[in-house]
Each structure stands twice: as structure tokens, then as C-alpha cells.
């Protein structure tokens, strides 16, 4: 009988789940005016602070498989055109342009088979550092 209720609790598949990130294990920060990012083991934590109450805010979040093409960031930095360079511990690099748009990077683009992608430094060379160097 145990079986039989494991086994009907077990029927949905898995991309029909509802997914909640946790946003636990800050990694890294980074400012954008008023907007405080936190790239988490769960995705990015989009905050801001209230001076009046002295505290903290979280707004909103993106995480895997919704905005992020991985969901563990190792790093964030805006380069001087208002570009978001996400680097994702395990899944590439994504960017994201001021208006939305989205371009993601992996191995087919140069980058390591592993993808352990730590640091981006974008510039007019794009520099990467990655568990393998």
C-alpha cells in the first residue's frame, strides 16, 4: 500500500513543478543606483535599502530556469554600457542588456568544458576566470 501512494505522489514531472530558490550561500554583491543584487547559490536577490526603517528590502529575484540559465552565481558586474554580466558557477556566463535582452555564453563560445566561471571582467576583451584558469 506505501508503495502505491509513493508511486501516485510521484506521477508529475519534474519541469511541472513550481520552483522556489532559496537564495541561500551569498557569493558576491553589486550596486546599480539604489539596487542592491546578490548573486546566492539560489540565483539573484534584488534588494534595496530603506533608510528610514534602517533596513534592507528584498524585492524580487531571478533564478533557474526562469531568467538564469544556471541557477549558482559566483559573480555580477555591470560594464560601461549598462550591461549585467552574470557569471554562473557551473553554467556559463549570462549577460543582459538595459532593455531585457539576453545573449548567453558557454563552451561552444571558448569557455571551459567544466563552466566553473568565478569572475567575469568585461572590457574591450572580455577576461573570464574559471576553476581551470
Known amino acids: 500500500m506505501t508503495l502505491f501512494l509513493a508511486a501516485l505522489a510521484l506521477t508529475g514531472r519534474v519541469t511541472d513543478w513550481e520552483h522556489y ?70 553554467g556559463g556566463i549570462d549577460v543582459f542588456s538595459p532593455d531585457g535582452d539576453k545573449t548567453h555564453f558557454n563552451q561552444i563560445d571558448g569557455l571551459p568544458l567544466n563552466l566553473g566561471i568565478n569572475q567575469t571582467v568585461p572590457d574591450s576583451v572580455i577576461y573570464v576566470g574559471t576553476s581551470q584558469g
Open 21 to 90: 530558490p532559496h537564495y541561500g550561500g551569498g557569493n558576491c554583491m553589486a550596486y546599480q543606483g539604489d539596487l542592491l543584487l546578490a548573486g546566492t547559490a539560489g540565483g539573484i536577490l534584488f534588494s534595496h535599502y530603506d533608510a528610514q526603517q534602517g533596513i534592507l528590502l528584498a524585492d524580487s529575484g531571478w533564478s533557474y530556469p526562469e531568467k538564469l540559465s544556471w541557477d549558482r552565481v559566483s559573480d555580477i558586474v555591470f560594464d560601461q554600457s549598462g550591461n549585467m554580466w552574470v557569471s554562473l558557477s557551473g
